[in-house]
């Protein structure tokens, strides 16, 4: 079914958003929705170094006792 649209199909559907909801709204939604973009982007980087953190303070040194002196 929405193969069928095409170019001409899409430009129709544009203007009839355009019209229903105005300029201003149509703005600040994509506002939003860059924001929320940022915010997931911004919290998968966060749980990534989270994750890098708790691994890192879980890594324990295996060094034996007496080579740690001869340094």
Same mark, same amino acid.
């Given at each position: 079914?929405?193969?069928n649209?095409?170019?001409?199909?899409l430009?129709?559907?544009?203007?009839?958003?355009?019209?229903?909801?105005g300029r201003g709204?149509?703005?600040?939604?994509?506002?939003?929705?860059?924001?929320?973009?940022?915010?997931?982007k911004k919290g998968?980087?966060d749980g990534?170094? =989270?994750?890098e953190d708790?691994?890192?303070?879980?890594?324990?040194?295996?060094t034996? =006792?007496?080579s740690?002196?001869?340094?």
């Open positions: 079914m929405l193969n649209i095409g170019l001409p199909g430009l129709l559907i544009a203007v009839v958003v355009l019209v229903l909801f709204k149509i703005s600040s939604l994509m506002g939003e929705v860059g924001k929320g973009i940022t915010a997931f998968v980087t990534t170094q =989270e994750i708790e691994k890192a303070a879980s890594a324990q040194d295996v034996p =006792e007496e740690k002196d001869k340094v």
